[in-house]
C-alpha cells in the first residue's frame, strides 16, 4: 500500500509519559500510518503501530527502511485487513534536509535497542 504524507508529524512528545512518535496522514485516502514507543522504557518495550484511526498493533520488531524518498514499513499480520491485505506501507514522506535527518533521528529512536531499521539516505 502507497501513501503520501501531506501532513506529518514527529519528535517527542513530553507530556505525563514521553514517548517518541512518527505520525503521518494521506488526506486523499484518509489514511493514517503512526510508529510510537515511551522515551524511557527500555530495549523491551514494543513499538506500537497504527494504521487508520487507533487500529494499532504493540509489536517487538519490525522491518522498516527510510531513504530519501519513503519509508517502507512491513505490516504485521494483525493489521493487514486495514490495509487492503498489503504486506508493506510505502510512505513518500516529502522530507529534505534538516527535517529528513530529524525524522531519521525519530526512528534511531523508535528502533533504539530493536532490530528492523534500515537506513538508505545519500
Known amino acids: 500500500m502507497e501513501m503520501t504524507a501531506h501532513q506529518r508529524h514527529f519528535g517527542v ?63 504485521p499480520i494483525a493489521l493487514r485487513q486495514y490495509t487492503s491485505n498489503s504486506d508493506e506501507i510505502v510512505v513518500y514522506h516529502r522530507c529534505t534536509g534538516d527535517t529528513l535527518r530529524e525524522l531519521i533521528d525519530v526512528l534511531r529512536a523508535i528502533f533504539k535497542g530493536k532490530a528492523g531499521l534500515t537506513i538508505h539516505v545519500n
Open 13 to 75: 512528545n513530553d507530556e505525563d509519559e514521553p514517548f517518541v512518535f512518527l505520525w503521518t496522514h494521506d488526506e486523499d485516502r484518509d489514511f493514517v500510518f503512526s510508529l510510537t514507543r515511551p522515551v524511557d522504557g527500555g530495549d523491551a518495550t514494543p513499538i506500537k503501530y497504527m494504521v487508520l484511526d487507533q487500529m494499532y498493533e504493540a509489536i517487538t520488531d519490525v522491518d522498516c527502511q527510510i531513504d530519501d524518498d519513503c519509508i517502507r514499513a512491513q505490516v
